[in-house]
């Protein structure tokens, strides 16, 4: 299967460089996928074995880091119980930024090492464009209804 090259139209472009990036600006997105990032670190997260989601351990407490926390009241939530969080998680391995490596039996959500190489600011930018890109196509809305 060959990749495609993703292409922003001249006036995306511009958008892009008339936006102001800040961790309130363009909305919190841009602080929460930062909260993400700095949540893995460089030691990674475990994820779970089938379909490599965020452990269920961890939902709660990074749940509290994110701009806005949800009040989950479930006993046992899953991912898709944190709208915002499952946006991200979806955003941030479709970008590329994040690799499953295997220690023994268990799976971690580790950064890519070529990330570890990229300014916050730079990987954030490349977030962005991919929310403005998939925007269009209605894949993010969760993301944007939520912040």
């Known amino acids: 299967?060959?990749?495609?090259?993703?292409?922003?139209?001249?006036?995306?472009i511009q958008c892009l460089k008339n936006q102001?990036?800040?961790?309130?600006?363009?909305?919190t997105l841009l602080k929460d996928f930062s909260s993400l990032?700095?949540?893995?670190?460089?030691?990674?997260?475990?994820?779970s074995g089938k379909n490599h989601l965020i452990a269920?351990?961890?939902?709660p407490q990074l749940n509290q880091l994110m701009s806005h926390p949800l009040d989950v009241t479930l006993k046992r939530p899953q991912?898709?119980?944190?709208?915002?969080?499952?946006?991200?998680?979806?955003?941030?391995?479709?970008?590329?930024?994040t690799q499953i490596a295997f220690e023994k039996k268990a799976a971690k959500l580790m950064l890519d090492n070529k990330t570890k190489r990229k300014?916050?600011?730079?990987?954030?930018?490349?977030?962005?464009?991919?929310v403005m890109q998939n925007v269009r196509k209605g894949i993010w809305m969760t993301i944007?209804?939520?912040?």
């Open 1 to 12: 299967m060959k990749k495609k090259k993703a292409t922003l139209t001249p006036d995306q």
């Open 37 to 47: 990032l700095d949540f893995i670190g460089p030691g990674g997260i475990p994820v």
């Open 79 to 97: 991912q898709k119980s944190f709208p915002h969080i499952n946006g991200l998680y979806l955003l941030l391995r479709a970008s590329g930024l």
């Open 56 to 59: 269920i351990k961890l939902l």
């Open 144 to 147: 944007a209804a939520v912040h």
């Open 20 to 27: 102001a990036f800040s961790d309130n600006e363009p909305g």
């Open 119 to 130: 300014s916050t600011r730079t990987i954030l930018r490349l977030g962005w464009m991919i």
